[in-house]
């Protein structure tokens, strides 16, 4: 379990990094490594160059401006979790970052190289779905930002150019509830079924409802029938939409679950969202 | 025939029974632990091996002369090159009807798992070593692979053309009138079990590190085995070297739980290469190698039947045990121990069932060879006795406790059908001590409860016996050859301090806190003054491993006997220069006193440095040696019992199956160390958990192995350690130091059996019963939702 031989830079700006990922085709960011160092010591992976972010100045710190958080995409997932701002506005978010993993993973790990990195099962992906978010990134050719709709291609596929890196992960959350929930079977597993479910609550029913699903599917994936079929109602009117969730989804089977066993959990999962839901508009 | 070393002394419990901190945890919970991956060799050449990614071909050609050329590649070897050295490694269990096989070092013509090594490349790093190993190009010509075992037994292709019917073992004993018993019986209670495939899965994986010295043709060689003195005599027998220049050490090291006690082709191959190479080569195994190839475990189908009389008490067993051996007999534990002993040791268990009819076999299977993991072959059999006992109970409408008070053993010494005597045993006691502790009708009360809330949790229960103390007289009582003794070294400097040296190797145990407790009462000195050294190398003492919950009873013994050997000279010595007689002196907290003479002492300090300094002092024919190395071996089979009952929770939602708690109850004779004792019973019951929800080797149709890390082979984490509450119960034996009883494998060997229980009687409303480990996440639900 060594890597191959690989050629390692570390330099100290963006468009240096740029200008290195766009000399080698074959070249990977490293922002964190919890990803990207096992499948390298599997040798799953074979990148000719690394090009570590970790001295690029200003890509860490975390922001609350114009109603979004503003994340630096070398932001740890442990900094996340700890951030007094995110557990102050949305706890929730505080939350799903400690389910990453474990606290020495998340302590390396970053919000960019897990969104970047668009793994099938991962937390990050599925929240900046659900939150309608984006990522500032910046590329040989200048600045531009991707919508989270547009960034998902499928596991382990993004939209973003080779000589692309994310500087930043915007997460609307002001007005909007944000509920996140997995089933792992230890602490710190990847999900077999991982969902984040934000919308509007105004009076008991729920609005501009975005739900994406993770770990159950073969990429992380927004439900749009589901969403559809909540759209305007209150969570305990949710039946269509569970049964449009069933329906709608094409759920992936392994070693860990077949595709009914992760259908019936992301089942449960949306009826533990439509609880809270319930239990939070009682509350208001 | 009796022997000296099967009698040990008496001995007064002092610091034995105390819960002494372990005097290894300030050093390797810091970090300072030295495992074999910290040993650097000056000059040290690194080792990877190129492992078959098929389940079964033809090797039609290797082509390594890219990885020859590579810049810093050393040296690569393919079958061929090992074969001039070495055939390979035989491996058999001595039992009827066991077919022996041989694994060769490096595998030639045909590879027949995933994961066999079909090369080695050595070079000056382990990174240079892995891409000399992406070089070498094997062409596989696909053979059918064998993955069914008991399809495997009814024909087909060979998984091992050694073993043309695939048969590598078969055997079994009808004991009475089985047909009569069966037909006679009030109520036949029967199931089909399936125990999954495991990995051992220490946190430590395997590794070695050889170093040759031509000028004196003397060879080292580091490995943390838990048989090094075995390993030792495999490199004299298969490779020539010379006995008397061959040491194995072993460092730290962390676990072994049964996988390090084989030998490996890789331990015989490193040593060749270090000779050739005139270099010491290291080889640290990763973890998708420990996981694929290191010895896997446990996996059997089970067949079982009980008849039971009008009174619900059992009469009669029929037991068919089938191992999924994997291609080799895997030295010196074989893929017949774990079938071997389900059928013909376990079936019994604590009731007492006067009619058997045990069979035995197990299938060659293109997968990676079944080896010991603690409580081999016991933990698949008493899975299979104790799920049928509660399903036993459900069918008579009885209490799990009261199915097994009807069967249980109440009168000792009692003798099995198999013929094997148990001497003493709190059989009875264990089962009503646990239903005492769970509160038995207290909890049927807050199940229905809770049940009426759509919450589901359920009680499980298993008892145990346990063989403990691996012995002569325990291969004896259970048909089996072997002579097994350990020896013990006792040294008491002039300064009264002791070093201890013992032939077992420890992985984690707490041995040298228990030994020295027991020399800490043998020779009344005090704990900080004696320390102990397990086998760190093959140069001092003899020992037959760590194996079979021997630690406490064997190396206690020997460590008894040699203590008692300096206890004797010392009392002699004190006698004197007291003008007392021998037989009244004691030695207690760092002096000998004269029994009923308050004042009259001379402290142990004093007389160790009368041996060394004074003669004036010695009585007439005294030896001044205060060395004594003695060997122990028990003259009788020792076991141990206990139970354990564990409540577990189930979660509609996703079927999880959550340890709610674990009760336990442990009679291990006298408890050296409850702290000690207690770590056991945890780590083995959780291994158990583990056993049971999570672990899982799982092979395609291919036979790829699919869980080669572990992200995919779940181990039980913290979060899976459940609360316990552990009752000890103190039923000597007669005949070893202390009465002394081993307890090394309880929590696995019974564990799992009380958590599928659990999972059942949670599932009890359903009608589903699961006969199978691990329950999988998916069965609950679906059982739920039924």
């Given at each position: 379990?060594?890597?191959?031989?690989?050629?390692?830079?570390?330099?100290d700006?963006?468009?240096?990094?740029?200008?290195?990922?766009a000399?080698?085709?074959?070249?990977?960011?490293?922002?964190?490594?919890?990803?990207?160092?096992?499948?390298?010591?599997l040798?799953?992976?074979?990148?000719?160059?690394?090009?570590?972010?970790?001295?690029?100045?200003?890509?860490t710190?975390?922001?609350?401006?114009a109603?979004?958080?503003?994340?630096?995409?070398?932001?740890?997932?442990?900094?996340?979790?700890?951030?007094?701002?995110?557990?102050?506005?949305?706890?929730?978010?505080?939350?799903?970052?400690?389910?990453?993993?474990?606290?020495?993973?998340?302590?390396?790990?970053?919000?960019?190289?897990?969104?970047?990195?668009?793994?099938?099962?991962?937390?990050?992906?599925?929240?900046?779905?659900?939150?309608?978010?984006?990522?500032?990134?910046?590329?040989?050719?200048?600045?531009?930002?991707?919508?989270?709709?547009?960034?998902?291609?499928?596991?382990?596929?993004?939209?973003?150019?080779?000589?692309?890196?994310?500087?930043?992960?915007?997460?609307?959350?002001?007005?909007?509830?944000?509920?996140?929930?997995?089933?792992?079977?230890?602490?710190?597993d990847?999900?077999?079924?991982?969902?984040?479910?934000?919308?509007?609550?105004?009076?008991?029913?729920?609005?501009?409802?975005r739900?994406?699903?993770?770990?159950?599917?073969?990429?992380?994936?927004?439900?749009?029938?589901?969403?559809?079929?909540?759209?305007?109602?209150?969570?305990?009117?949710?039946d269509?939409?569970?049964?449009?969730?069933?329906?709608?989804?094409?759920?992936?089977?392994?070693?860990?679950?077949?595709?009914d066993y992760?259908?019936?959990?992301?089942?449960?999962?949306?009826?533990?969202?439509?609880?809270?839901?319930?239990?939070?508009?009682?509350?208001? | 025939?009796?022997?000296?070393?099967?009698?040990?002394?008496?001995?007064?419990?002092?610091?034995?029974?105390?819960?002494?901190?372990?005097?290894?945890?300030?050093?390797?919970?810091?970090g300072?632990?030295?495992?074999?991956?910290?040993?650097?060799?000056?000059g040290?050449?690194?080792?990877?091996?190129?492992?078959?990614?098929?389940?079964?071909?033809?090797?039609?050609?290797?082509?390594?002369?890219?990885?020859?050329?590579?810049?810093?590649?050393?040296?690569?070897?393919?079958?061929?090159?090992?074969?001039?050295?070495?055939?390979?490694?035989?491996?058999?269990?001595e039992?009827?009807?066991?077919?022996?096989?041989?694994m060769?070092?490096?595998?030639?013509?045909?590879?027949?798992?995933?994961?066999?090594?079909?090369?080695?490349?050595?070079?000056?790093?382990?990174?240079?070593?892995?891409?000399?190993?992406?070089?070498?190009?094997?062409?596989?010509?696909?053979?059918?692979?064998?993955?069914?075992?008991?399809?495997?037994?009814?024909?087909?292709?060979?998984?091992?053309e050694?073993?043309?019917?695939?048969?590598?073992?078969?055997?079994?004993?009808?004991?009475?009138?089985?047909?009569?018993?069966?037909?006679?019986?009030?109520?036949?209670?029967?199931?089909?079990?399936?125990?999954?495939?495991?990995?051992?899965?220490?946190?430590?994986?395997?590794?070695?590190?050889?170093?040759?010295?031509?000028?004196?043709?003397?060879?080292?060689?580091?490995?943390?085995?838990?048989?090094?003195?075995?390993?030792?005599?495999?490199?004299?027998?298969?490779?020539?070297?010379?006995?008397?220049?061959c040491?194995?050490?072993?460092?730290?090291?962390?676990?072994?739980?049964?996988?390090?006690?084989?030998?490996?082709?890789?331990?015989?191959?490193?040593?060749?290469?270090?000779?050739?190479?005139?270099?010491?080569?290291?080889?640290?195994?990763?973890?998708?190698?420990?996981?694929?190839?290191?010895?896997?475990?446990?996996?059997?189908?089970?067949?079982?039947?009980?008849?039971?009389?009008?009174?619900?008490?059992?009469?009669?067993?029929?037991?068919?045990?089938?191992?999924d051996?994997?291609?080799?007999?895997?030295?010196?534990w074989?893929?017949?121990?774990?079938?071997?002993c389900?059928?013909?040791?376990?079936?019994?268990?604590?009731?007492?069932?006067?009619?058997?009819?045990?069979?035995?076999?197990?299938?060659?299977?293109?997968?990676?060879?079944?080896?010991?993991?603690?409580?081999?072959?016991?933990?698949?059999?008493?899975l299979?006795?104790?799920?049928?006992?509660?399903?036993?109970?459900?069918?008579?409408?009885?209490?799990?406790?009261?199915?097994?008070?009807?069967?249980?053993?109440?009168?000792?010494?009692?003798?099995?059908?198999?013929?094997?005597?148990y001497?003493?045993?709190?059989?009875?006691?264990?089962?009503?001590?646990?239903?005492?502790?769970?509160?038995?009708?207290?909890?049927?009360?807050?199940?229905?409860?809770?049940?009426?809330?759509?919450?589901?949790?359920?009680?499980?229960?298993?008892?145990?016996?346990?063989?403990?103390?691996?012995?002569?007289?325990?291969?004896?009582?259970?048909?089996?050859?072997?002579?097994?003794?350990?020896?013990?070294?006792?040294?008491?400097?002039?300064?009264?301090?002791?070093?201890?040296?013992?032939?077992?190797?420890?992985?984690?145990?707490?041995?040298?806190?228990?030994?020295?407790?027991?020399?800490?009462?043998?020779?009344?000195?005090?704990?900080?003054?004696?320390?102990?050294?397990?086998?760190?190398?093959?140069?001092?003492?003899?020992?037959?491993?760590?194996?079979?919950?021997?630690?406490?009873?064997?190396?206690?013994?020997?460590?008894?006997?040699?203590?008692?050997?300096?206890?004797?000279?010392?009392?002699?010595?004190?006698?004197?220069?007291?003008?007392?007689?021998?037989?009244?002196?004691?030695?207690?907290?760092?002096?000998?006193?004269?029994?009923?003479?308050?004042?009259?002492?001379?402290?142990?300090?004093?007389?160790?440095?009368?041996?060394?300094?004074?003669?004036?002092?010695?009585?007439?024919d005294?030896?001044?040696?205060?060395?004594?190395?003695?060997?122990?071996?028990?003259?009788?089979?020792?076991?141990?019992?206990?139970?354990?009952?564990?409540?577990?929770?189930?979660?509609?939602?996703?079927g999880?199956?959550?340890?709610?708690?674990?009760?336990?109850?442990?009679?291990?004779?006298?408890?050296?160390?409850?702290?000690?004792?207690?770590?056991?019973?945890?780590?083995?019951?959780?291994?158990?958990?583990?056993a049971?929800?999570?672990?899982?080797?799982?092979?395609?149709?291919?036979?790829?192995?699919?869980?080669?890390?572990?992200?995919?082979?779940?181990?039980?984490?913290?979060?899976?350690?459940?609360?316990?509450?552990?009752?000890?119960?103190?039923?000597?034996?007669?005949?070893?130091?202390?009465?002394?009883?081993?307890?090394?494998?309880?929590?696995?060997?019974?564990?799992?059996?009380?958590?599928?229980?659990?999972?059942?009687?949670?599932?009890?409303?359903?009608?589903?019963?699961?006969?199978?480990?691990?329950?999988?996440?998916?069965?609950?639900?679906r059982a739920?939702?039924?």
């Amino acid at each position: 379990m060594k890597s191959p031989v690989f050629a390692y830079a570390a330099p100290d700006n963006v468009a240096e990094a740029c200008r290195l990922l766009a000399e080698d085709e074959d070249a990977k960011i490293l922002a964190g490594g919890q990803s990207l160092v096992p499948l390298l010591a599997l040798r799953l992976a074979a990148p000719t160059t690394l090009v570590d972010l970790r001295r690029v100045p200003g890509l860490t710190g975390i922001e609350h401006e114009a109603g979004a958080l503003r994340l630096g995409a070398m932001t740890t997932h442990r900094g996340i979790e700890r951030s007094p701002v995110v557990r102050d506005v949305a706890p929730a978010i505080a939350a799903a970052a400690s389910l990453i993993a474990h606290p020495q993973v998340r302590t390396r790990g970053t919000i960019g190289g897990a969104v970047a990195h668009a793994d099938a099962a991962a937390e990050w992906p599925a929240v900046l779905l659900a939150l309608g978010g984006h990522v500032e990134v910046t590329g040989v050719g200048g600045d531009r930002t991707i919508s989270a709709d547009d960034l998902f291609q499928g596991p382990f596929m993004t939209s973003l150019e080779p000589d692309e890196v994310i500087t930043s992960v915007l997460l609307p959350v002001n007005g909007r509830q944000i509920w996140v929930g997995e089933h792992h079977r230890r602490h710190g597993d990847y999900g077999l079924s991982v969902m984040a479910m934000t919308y509007r609550q105004d009076g008991g029913v729920l609005t501009d409802v975005r739900l994406a699903v993770a770990g159950a599917t073969g990429s992380v994936t927004r439900a749009p029938d589901t969403e559809a079929a909540l759209e305007g109602r209150t969570p305990a009117d949710g039946d269509g939409a569970v049964a449009a969730l069933a329906g709608e989804l094409s759920y992936t089977a392994d070693i860990h679950g077949s595709a009914d066993y992760r259908r019936d959990i992301t089942t449960t999962l949306f009826q533990r969202a439509l609880r809270a839901a319930g239990e939070r508009s009682g509350q208001a | 025939m009796s022997f000296a070393h099967s009698e040990s002394p008496s001995i007064a419990a002092r610091s034995i029974g105390a819960r002494v901190p372990r005097g290894d945890d300030p050093r390797l919970l810091t970090g300072r632990g030295q495992y074999l991956a910290d040993i650097v060799l000056p000059g040290e050449l690194h080792a990877c091996f190129v492992r078959s990614s098929a389940a079964h071909a033809r090797i039609a050609a290797v082509e390594v002369e890219d990885a020859r050329a590579l810049d810093g590649v050393v040296a690569v070897w393919t079958g061929e090159d090992a074969a001039k050295f070495c055939e390979g490694i035989v491996g058999e269990l001595e039992v009827e009807g066991c077919v022996a096989t041989t694994m060769p070092l490096l595998a030639r013509d045909v590879v027949r798992y995933v994961g066999e090594p079909v090369a080695v490349v050595v070079a000056e790093s382990r990174y240079v070593a892995e891409d000399g190993c992406d070089l070498v190009d094997v062409d596989y010509e696909p053979l059918e692979p064998v993955l069914d075992p008991r399809s495997a037994l009814r024909g087909g292709p060979a998984a091992n053309e050694e073993l043309p019917d695939n048969v590598a073992l078969r055997g079994g004993r009808v004991l009475g009138d089985v047909e009569a018993a069966f037909a006679g019986a009030a109520r036949v209670v029967e199931a089909t079990f399936h125990s999954g495939r495991l990995s051992a899965g220490p946190m430590e994986t395997r590794g070695v590190i050889a170093d040759y010295d031509w000028t004196s043709r003397r060879l080292r060689l580091w490995t943390c085995s838990q048989m090094p003195h075995y390993v030792k005599y495999c490199l004299t027998a298969y490779l020539g070297f010379p006995e008397n220049e061959c040491e194995v050490l072993t460092p730290d090291t962390g676990g072994g739980f049964g996988q390090k006690a084989h030998v490996f082709p890789e331990e015989m191959l490193l040593p060749l290469l270090a000779r050739e190479l005139d270099r010491p080569v290291k080889w640290v195994e990763d973890r998708r190698e420990n996981l694929m190839t290191a010895t896997h475990a446990h996996e059997q189908f089970v067949d079982i039947a009980y008849a039971f009389d009008a009174d619900a008490k059992a009469t009669a067993v029929r037991i068919r045990a089938t191992g999924d051996g994997g291609a080799y007999h895997q030295p010196p534990w074989s893929m017949g121990v774990e079938p071997w002993c389900t059928a013909m040791v376990t079936p019994t268990g604590v009731y007492d069932i006067p009619v058997a009819d045990l069979t035995y076999e197990a299938a060659a299977t293109n997968k990676t060879p079944i080896g010991a993991y603690r409580g081999v072959g016991y933990m698949a059999g008493t899975l299979v006795r104790e799920c049928l006992m509660d399903d036993a109970a459900r069918a008579f409408d009885l209490s799990p406790f009261e199915i097994r008070r009807r069967s249980v053993v109440r009168e000792f010494p009692w003798t099995n059908p198999q013929g094997i005597v148990y001497d003493e045993g709190s059989w009875l006691q264990t089962i009503d001590e646990l239903e005492s502790m769970v509160d038995y009708p207290a909890f049927r009360q807050r199940q229905a409860a809770l049940r009426a809330e759509g919450r589901f949790i359920g009680l499980g229960l298993s008892v145990f016996v346990e063989s403990s103390g691996e012995s002569t007289a325990m291969g004896k009582a259970h048909d089996l050859g072997g002579v097994y003794h350990d020896t013990a070294t006792v040294k008491m400097e002039p300064n009264g301090s002791v070093t201890v040296t013992i032939g077992l190797t420890t992985q984690g145990q707490g041995h040298r806190t228990t030994m020295a407790q027991v020399v800490s009462d043998a020779l009344g000195v005090s704990l900080e003054a004696i320390t102990v050294r397990a086998a760190e190398s093959t140069t001092y003492g003899w020992g037959s491993g760590t194996v079979g919950s021997r630690g406490a009873v064997i190396a206690g013994g020997a460590v008894l006997r040699a203590s008692h050997t300096i206890r004797t000279k010392l009392v002699a010595l004190a006698a004197n220069m007291l003008e007392a007689d021998p037989s009244d002196i004691d030695l207690v907290d760092g002096a000998a006193v004269v029994r009923g003479v308050p004042g009259s002492s001379i402290s142990i300090i004093d007389l160790a440095t009368a041996v060394y300094f004074d003669q004036s002092s010695w009585p007439q024919d005294f030896d001044p040696t205060l060395e004594a190395t003695l060997a122990y071996d028990p003259a009788r089979p020792i076991f141990s019992n206990g139970g354990h009952a564990i409540i577990v929770e189930l979660d509609p939602d996703n079927g999880f199956v959550t340890v709610e708690k674990v009760f336990s109850v442990e009679d291990c004779g006298t408890v050296i160390n409850p702290d000690i004792v207690e770590g056991q019973i945890r780590g083995g019951v959780v291994q158990g958990i583990g056993a049971a929800l999570l672990e899982r080797l799982v092979y395609d149709e291919a036979g790829q192995l699919v869980t080669t890390t572990l992200l995919d082979y779940h181990m039980p984490s913290m979060d899976f350690s459940p609360p316990f509450e552990i009752h000890h119960l103190e039923t000597p034996s007669s005949h070893t130091p202390g009465g002394i009883k081993g307890m090394g494998e309880s929590g696995l060997i019974a564990a799992p059996a009380a958590v599928l229980n659990a999972v059942n009687d949670a599932l009890s409303h359903t009608g589903t019963v699961l006969h199978d480990i691990p329950v999988t996440p998916e069965q609950v639900l679906r059982a739920l939702r039924s």
